[in-house]
């Protein structure tokens, strides 16, 4: 009863809180303040997925999202700031698609969610199983493996990673080197 209680008391905070990060990344006018908020969300989604007793979820979530695509954002955020880059207020028009485009997807969110039948399971050791096989299908190099493009993605990144490095670095004048390059 009391671990039903604790269950419930967090959910309610990770997702008072989830809501709260979400609305400051998307209302915030600096983008790695913006950023910080959406990996605090991310945080708390792999907390939601801890409270359903899915822990490889969890890791993979701080993983792949935190660890991974957030770390990019952030990186891909310090080294191209430029000013070019930096827009003015949005217009009314544009602010009025946005909200009109958030409601939308809201409504479609509640109507799909409210549709559904959702049943619990009696069985609580019942993804035990499965989050072996995953983990073992994720290990294998054979050919109902996952190795080869979990790598494929790792040198994709560093690619994409490396080339971002190129692209923002700051290269000298001509005039600054003595007319030689």
Do not use: W
């Not at 671990?3 to 990770?14: A, D, E, G, K, W």
């Not at 191209?80 to 958030?102: I, N, V, Y």
């Not at 990144?157 to 007319?179: C, E, F, M, N, Y």
């Amino acid at each position: 009863m009391a671990s039903s209680l604790l269950n419930n008391v967090l959910f309610y905070v990770f997702g008072a809180l989830a809501v709260v990060l979400a609305l400051m990344a998307v209302t915030s006018t600096r983008i790695l303040r913006a950023a910080v908020y959406l990996m605090g969300v991310l945080i708390l989604t792999a907390g939601f997925y801890m409270l359903l007793g899915a822990e490889f979820l969890a890791g993979v979530q701080v993983l792949v999202y935190v660890g991974g695509i957030v770390v990019l954002l952030v990186f891909a955020v310090m080294l191209t700031h430029s000013l070019e880059l930096l827009d003015g207020t949005p217009k009314f028009e544009r602010k009025l698609l946005s909200a009109s485009a958030a409601i939308l997807f809201l409504m479609v969110s509640v109507g799909s969610f409210l549709s559904m039948p959702i049943t619990l399971s009696s069985t609580p050791g019942a993804m035990a199983g499965a989050t072996k096989e995953i983990g073992r299908k994720l290990l294998d190099n054979g050919a109902q493996g996952y190795v080869l493009p979990f790598e494929l993605i790792s040198a994709l990144l560093l690619a994409a990673l490396i080339g971002g490095i190129v692209i923002a670095r700051k290269t000298p004048h001509a005039d600054s080197q003595g007319g030689c390059r």
